[in-house]
């Protein structure tokens, strides 16, 4: 019974931390898209990790995959945050995102904290059914 007591205690502490960074980790994703609707992929390329950039190597290849792969995080009229959670000791920040034709994408956004602050580390586009279970 102490176990499971000590194991919710750390769960809520964990989650209060998170939640703590969370307006730091909306801002880095809300600037990612600013810097889009601007067509300034070197300054949304600045908000991918270490890990990202040296995937792509260029933000003009970064640029590419969005435009072609996320069209909705390049264009979007409207962005809503949702939950920030922590999954298996990574940050994950749900993120809902109507695109210009008026359809909802639900993406999770994997967040790292480095020296230089808040990166994103990875973006998955979920089904939006499952979203609204």
């Known amino acids: 019974m102490r176990n499971i007591v000590f194991g919710l205690a ?9 939640q703590a ?3 730091a980790i909306t801002s880095v994703i809300n600037a990612q898209i600013e810097a889009f609707l601007a067509d ?3 300054a949304a390329f ?20 969005v ?3 996320y069209s909705m ?11 920030l959670r922590e999954v298996a000791g990574n940050l994950w920040q749900r993120v809902m995102v ?12 994997q967040m790292l904290e480095t020296g230089s ?12 059914a499952a979203g609204s279970a």
């Open 40 to 42: 300034d992929y070197t």
């Open 67 to 69: 435009r072609e792969g």
């Open 117 to 128: 602050g808040w990166k994103i580390n990875g973006v998955q586009l979920l089904d939006a």
């Open 73 to 83: 995080v390049w264009r979007p009229s409207e962005v809503r945050y949702l939950e």
């Open 21 to 23: 960074d969370r307006p």
């Open 46 to 65: 600045s908000y991918a990790s270490p890990g990202i950039r040296d995937i792509f190597g260029t933000s003009e290849r970064f640029g590419f995959m």
């Open 10 to 18: 750390a769960a809520m502490l964990i989650g209060g931390a998170a």
């Open 98 to 109: 109507t695109d210009q034709a008026g359809r909802i994408h639900l993406l999770d956004y």
